[in-house]
C-alpha cells in the first residue's frame, strides 16, 4: 500500500459515510464534490476562487492534457499542480470515456484505444499502461484505471465484454501504477445494467489492491431509478474502509440519493456548464436567469450564501449580463453554482456526522420545490 494515503470514516448514518481522504498535498473531506478542471482549468474560474468555494480537489483529463499542451511538455513545466497553481489533491480521469464520446475514427481493442484528435485530426493510441504514465507525468494524485464505459442502453454480450475488458485493463493499470508516497489508484467498476456483471466487476476489483473503487459506466443518460438500482446493487461489494467515486455525477438531487446509497466521491459537469449557460443553483432549487421574469430584481441569488457571486449582485444584473452574453455572467454563475455544490456537501457531512442526514435532506428537498425560477 502507498503510505500517505489513507481513508477514515468518521461518521455514518445508515449506508452513509461521512469521512476523510489524507494526501499529501491536503486532505479530502467527505462526501466531496470535485470540480471538473478538464483542460487545466475550472472554466471561468480563478483556482483561488474554486478553494474559496470550499473544494478540496479538483478533476483534471489525461484525453485533453495528453492532446494539448502534452503530457510531458507537463511535466517538464513542473506537473499539473505548478502548471495551474492549484496545489491540491487532483483526480485524473484516464481518458477512455473521453476518447469515446469526443475523439474521432476511435479503434478499441486488447491493447487499448487509438483514435483521432478532435483538436487537429493526429493519431494517438492510449494503453492502460501509457495512460498511467500520463497521469504520472501530471503528477496526479489520484490515478484511474484505463476502463471502457459502455453507452446505455446496451445488451448484456456487449456489456460482459466491455466489464471484462475493464478488469484486464484495471490489472494492467495496477501493476504499472508508479508508487509513490500519497499516490492512489482507483479501479473503476462496469457492467452496464446487469446485476450479475456488476457484482462480478465491483468483486474482482475488490481484491486488486486499489486505493479506491469508482463505479463506471452510469450518468451516461439512464434514469435516475436505474442509476439507483445499479449503487445498490454494486455499492454492498466495494470494501468499507475504501473511498467509493460515482463518476458524472450529478444534479443535487442526484448527489443526494447516491450519498444515502453510500457514495463518498462525486463529479459532475453541471455545476460549471450550468454556469456558462445562465443557469444557476441555489439552496431554493434552479434559477434561469435568461428569463425576462429576473429583469427588475433586485434580490441576489441567495443572500444566505458566503459566496459573494450568490450573495452580492441583483439577479437583475446577472439577468443582464446573461442577455448581454457577458464574460462575468459566466464568472459569477459558474461561482455560484460551484459555492452551492460546496455547500451541499458540506450539509451533508455535518448531517451524516451529527446522525441527522433524513432530516436535512428532507429540509434541502423543501426548499429546492420553494424557488424553483
Ligand atoms: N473513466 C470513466 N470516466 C467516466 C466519466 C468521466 C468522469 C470524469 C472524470 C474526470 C474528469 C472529467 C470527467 C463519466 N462521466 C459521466 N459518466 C461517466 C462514466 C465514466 C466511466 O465509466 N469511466
Redesign the pocket.
Known amino acids: 500500500m502507498t503510505q500517505g494515503f489513507s481513508f477514515s470514516v468518521l461518521a455514518t448514518d445508515d449506508l452513509a459515510r461521512q469521512g476523510e481522504i489524507v494526501t499529501p498535498r491536503g486532505t479530502i473531506r467527505t462526501p466531496a464534490f470535485m470540480p ?1 478542471g ?1 483542460a487545466a482549468t475550472v472554466k471561468a474560474m480563478f483556482v483561488e476562487d474554486v478553494r474559496a468555494a470550499g473544494a478540496d480537489i479538483l ?3 489525461v484525453y485533453h492534457l495528453m492532446l494539448r499542451p502534452g503530457a510531458e511538455r507537463i511535466a517538464r513545466l513542473g506537473g499539473l499542480h505548478e502548471f495551474m497553481r492549484w496545489p491540491y489533491p487532483i ?4 481518458g ?2 473521453q476518447v469515446m464520446s469526443l475523439a474521432k475514427l476511435r479503434k478499441l481493442d486488447e491493447s487499448g484505444v487509438t483514435f483521432q484528435s478532435h483538436i487537429d485530426g493526429s493519431r494517438h493510441h492510449l494503453s492502460p499502461e501509457r495512460s498511467m504514465e500520463i497521469q504520472d507525468l501530471l503528477g496526479s494524485d489520484i490515478q ?1 484505471q484505463l ?1 471502457e ?1 459502455v453507452r446505455l442502453p446496451c445488451s448484456e454480450s456487449e456489456a460482459e465484454r466491455a466489464m471484462r475488458l475493464s478488469l484486464r485493463w484495471a490489472e494492467r493499470s495496477r501493476k504499472v501504477f508508479r508508487e509513490r508516497p500519497g499516490r492512489a489508484v482507483f479501479g ?1 467498476v ?1 457492467g452496464g445494467e446487469s446485476k450479475r456483471l456488476r457484482i462480478e466487476s465491483a468483486q474482482a476489483l475488490a481484491g486488486m489492491d486499489f486505493h479506491g473503487i469508482a463505479v ?5 443518460g439512464e434514469p435516475q431509478d436505474v442509476m439507483l438500482d445499479m449503487l445498490e446493487t454494486t455499492a454492498p461489494h466495494l470494501p468499507e474502509s475504501k473511498p467509493r467515486y460515482l ?2 455525477v450529478g444534479a443535487p438531487d442526484d448527489i443526494v440519493e447516491a450519498v444515502t446509497r453510500g457514495i463518498d466521491m462525486f ?1 459532475c459537469v453541471m455545476p460549471t456548464r450550468a454556469g456558462r449557460h445562465g443557469l444557476a443553483y441555489t439552496r431554493h432549487g434552479r434559477v434561469t436567469l435568461r428569463n425576462a421574469r429576473h429583469a427588475d430584481d433586485p434580490r441576489p441569488l441567495d443572500a444566505q450564501s458566503s459566496c459573494p457571486a450568490a450573495r452580492d449582485y441583483s439577479r437583475a444584473y446577472l439577468h443582464h449580463l446573461v442577455k448581454a452574453g457577458e464574460i462575468l455572467g459566466m464568472m459569477l454563475l459558474t461561482q455560484a453554482n460551484v459555492a452551492y455544490y460546496q455547500e451541499l456537501m458540506a450539509g451533508l457531512r455535518a448531517a451524516i456526522g451529527a446522525g441527522r442526514l433524513a432530516d436535512f435532506i428532507a429540509e434541502t428537498r423543501a426548499n429546492w420545490i420553494e424557488g424553483e425560477s
Open positions: 471538473v478538464t478533476l483534471g483529463n483526480l485524473t480521469d484516464s477512455g470515456f484511474m476502463d464505459c473503476i462496469q463506471g459506466g452510469l450518468a451516461v463518476m458524472g463529479d
